[in-house]
């Protein structure tokens, strides 16, 4: 029997309402559900926040800070791939924002990930749902929002393994602003033809959703 991959998931948080109630609605749904995981969260922030720390005691997480910088949690994803770097953490790294809502399935998903892989995010694109089409195993095109984008995926549609990070100089995540996929994407895959379309029965199941209410 193969050895189950360590999912690394990656959440950037900053102190604001309902923040507290999206932590927990993580652990409810999926961190207490799933086995064999690391959870690194970054506040952006010049100390961590006693609340998140007693949210997160128990469940095999990672509490950092730095900042403040609010600059879309860019300095804040670096310091988590960069802790991921030095310490050598084994496993597949996935960014889960703090207000999404993950399906405990799209774990099974993720510990597939032998290099960068893409799937479907929900309540994004026109349609609800942003990913690429895939017919056969061939991607033809794009259902998505902001498409003059190389890689027009959000955070939460893409993951890679961490040893794909153990090389890299810092900064690993380099982007300044809002988006930063494609560029980060890339810095890992030379090609399209370097990209795992097969997760999520090739982008046809969504298993996460971007910014879902309470």
């Not at 998931?9 to 207490?32: M, N, P, W």
């Not at 995981?37 to 006693?50: A, H, K």
Request: with cysteine; glycine share 8%.
């Amino acid at each position: 029997m193969l050895k189950q991959q360590k999912i690394i998931f990656v959440t950037v948080t900053y102190k604001r309402a309902g923040r507290i109630e999206f932590l927990q609605r993580h652990i409810d749904f999926l961190i207490s559900k799933i086995t064999n995981f690391r959870w690194i969260v970054v506040e952006d922030g010049d100390r961590t926040d006693d609340e998140v720390a007693a949210l997160l005691d128990g469940y095999n997480a990672t509490y950092l800070n730095i900042g403040p910088t609010k600059d879309k949690g860019n300095v804040q994803r670096n310091l988590a791939l960069e802790y991921i770097r030095d310490h050598k953490l084994e496993g597949v790294v996935y960014n889960m924002d703090d207000d999404n809502l993950v399906y405990p399935a799209l774990c099974d998903e993720l510990r597939k990930v032998n290099r960068v892989s893409i799937f479907p995010v929900g309540n994004l694109g026109s349609v609800g749902i942003e990913r690429p089409v895939i017919v056969g195993n061939s991607i033809i095109g794009w259902m998505a929002g902001w498409t003059e984008r190389k890689y027009p995926v959000d955070m939460g549609g893409f993951a890679l393994p961490s040893q794909f990070l153990f090389d890299k100089p810092s900064p690993i995540w380099q982007h300044e602003g809002i988006g930063g996929e494609t560029e980060f994407i890339e810095r890992f895959a030379a090609s399209i033809q370097e990209i795992d379309f097969s997760l999520c029965h090739w982008n046809k199941m969504c298993l996460v959703f971007h910014n879902e209410p309470l």
